[in-house]
């Protein structure tokens, strides 16, 4: 729902929609003939501890590429690694795709449940993979301590309900995970982020709770963060170099569970979205193909339809609907093809609206022009790109139907890749001179 002032000189208030008071619970999805688990680690980079093509492998089983923090995957279901290959992810990210074939019984795995002791240990060894893909990494570095947990309860989207539908039914699961958190951690001050109508009903659950706007976009995790410490975060500054640590509500809430059963839940809370807009819940386990909950809804995708990860501002479209629900999937939306929103390669009009709307406060109609013409180093350097939270308010208001946030993303991605690629170079060159 959109407010807009009628002489059109201030900002648009866009209003995330709450959860309806009579949502269903999740549609659990069929098990799947197969899973495809997304590892962030490249292919190439696999080492001897590598599960092997041709293994059995049981539900929950760990899966190991390497002896790298976080490069394992876990068995959504029993059954039979089909193959493992490179997949190129979203922006420049390099998954291995391990594939499992179902077959015969499904037999769970007792390694988390033998090892089930809340340590930091356990929790970075089996966790990662989790609904909601919680990450224990930060608290690693000695250097770099951390002193304040921040649990997000709000959709970073508009029309996603995921985050909303785990507050209000998994609350004793998130409970069990915050007393699971401070007890691997450390960490006492635990602050719960939640929706202003969400704040009722919660009693004493061992941490703070901030209530957030209930404008778009408070929900993304920077603004988050930004309202819980009370201060702007400077560009580039990561939530480690604040000291902070950043969990979904289903996050902790899967963390809470795990330990409570002693068995790792593979199920993942996904807002779905068809065509005319109408908002469900479903349930699918980690590495199901979304064509498989597409053909549970009786949707069939025509020619040109978009099936988009995420919102409708901040999601990205796949090229095959074989794409697999991640642990961070919270929405899957489709759009006809009909209603797909044309883009254009007309010059800025200067309307002023990306402007007016910036919740970064970025010269957005400047901005595009260097970004348009791929001078990505002179947009970080003159006009602020890498203060953009990624909201997609920008191109939503654009009169002439620029796609700016498409353009954004591309010039972090480009920025990125070159910094890698410099590194890389440098580092090449001191082995060079220290074989010398």
Do not use: W
Not at 175 to 184: E, V
Not at 216 to 221: A, D, R, V
């Amino acid at each position: 729902m959109i407010k807009r002032s009628f002489f059109g000189f201030t900002t648009p208030r866009i209003q995330y929609l709450p959860i309806p008071g009579n949502v269903a619970a999740p549609a659990v999805s069929k098990q799947p003939e197969s899973v495809t688990l997304l590892v962030p680690f490249p292919a190439g980079k696999m080492d001897g501890q590598s599960a092997p093509k041709g293994l059995r492998v049981k539900t929950g089983q760990k899966i190991s590429l390497a002896a790298a923090p976080g490069a394992y995957g876990i068995a959504s279901l029993s059954g039979t690694l089909s193959s493992i290959e490179r997949f190129p992810g979203e922006a420049g990210q390099e998954y291995t795709a391990v594939t499992i074939t179902a077959s015969g019984d499904e037999i769970l795995d007792d390694a988390f449940a033998s090892k089930c002791e809340p340590t930091l240990e356990i929790a970075a060894a089996f966790l990662a993979c989790l609904p909601g893909a919680p990450s224990f990494e930060a608290f690693t570095n000695p250097q770099k301590p951390i002193h304040t947990i921040i649990i997000s309860g709000m959709d970073a989207d508009l029309l996603v309900m995921s985050a909303q539908y785990t507050l209000a039914f998994r609350l004793q699961e998130i409970q069990a995970g915050i007393q699971i958190l401070k007890t691997i951690t450390g960490v006492e001050n635990v602050v719960l982020a939640t929706a202003p109508d969400a704040l009722q009903g919660f009693g004493e659950i061992g941490a703070n709770v901030v209530a957030m706007d209930a404008a778009y976009p408070s929900g993304l995790p920077r603004l988050v963060v930004q309202k819980v410490l009370g201060l702007e975060i400077p560009n580039e500054t990561d939530f480690q170099e604040l000291g902070v640590s950043f969990f979904t509500a289903e996050a902790v809430a899967s963390i809470g569970r795990a330990f409570a059963e002693k068995k790792l839940p593979l199920e993942k809370t996904i807002t779905f979205i068809d065509k005319e807009g109408n908002r469900s819940l479903v349930s699918a386990r980690i590495g199901t193909p979304i064509a498989d909950i597409l053909r549970e809804h009786g949707i069939r995708l025509e020619e040109k339809d978009r099936v988009i990860i995420g919102g409708p501002m901040t999601g990205h479209s796949i090229f095959s609907a074989q794409y697999p629900v991640q642990p961070s999937t919270d929405a899957i939306l489709l759009q006809d093809r009909e209603d797909i929103s044309l883009t254009s390669d007309y010059p800025c009009i200067n309307c002023g609206d990306c402007v007016r709307t910036c919740p970064a406060r970025i010269q957005v109609n400047l901005l595009v022009r260097f970004l348009e013409a791929g001078f990505y180093e002179e947009a970080a350097e003159g006009y602020d790109l890498a203060s953009c939270l990624e909201c997609g308010i920008c191109s939503y208001v654009c009169v002439a139907k620029i796609p700016i946030f498409q353009y954004i993303k591309l010039a972090k991605h480009e920025l990125e890749r070159m910094a890698r690629e410099e590194l890389a170079t440098e580092e090449t060159a001191i082995e060079e001179t220290t074989d010398e």
